[in-house]
């Protein structure tokens, strides 16, 4: 089983960058596909970026391309997620999350690993 660390969630000004970072255990990082999403309230959980295995592919959606960077260094079996010029409708509880194939993750049904979430909060 893979157990996922997520953190650097906090309170940032519309605008702003936050960086957030997951670890993983229990199994060989850089195996697997793995990505971010997130939750905001009275929303359904929504993809917000993937990696494949290498980190030579990676997929977003429209409402955060050119703004989000995913990144992963799979010798610290670490994935990042590099936000920038965030927008209050960027605020969410944020999921890292790891499939078991080599795969691009895109939705909910594609992963087989949850982090338990860090809460981004951007202010106007």
């Known amino acids: 089983q893979v157990q996922l660390v997520g953190s650097g969630g906090g309170l940032v000004q519309a605008g702003g960058s936050l960086r957030l970072s997951c670890v993983a255990s229990g199994r060989a990082f850089g195996t697997y596909a793995m990505a971010w999403f997130r939750q905001a309230p009275g929303k359904e959980r929504e993809f917000v970026g993937g990696?494949?295995?290498?980190?030579?592919?990676?997929d977003y959606p429209s409402s955060v391309k050119g703004r989000f960077t995913i990144s992963r260094d799979n010798a610290k079996n670490t994935l990042y997620l590099q936000m920038n010029s965030l927008q209050p409708d960027d605020t969410a509880v944020y999921y890292c999350?790891?499939?078991?194939?080599?795969?691009?993750?895109?939705?909910?049904?594609?992963?087989?690993?949850w982090g338990e979430g860090t809460l981004v909060t951007v202010s106007s």
């Open positions: 990696i494949s295995w290498t980190g030579s592919s990676t």
């Open positions: 999350a790891a499939g078991e194939g080599l795969r691009l993750l895109r939705t909910i049904h594609d992963v087989a690993y």
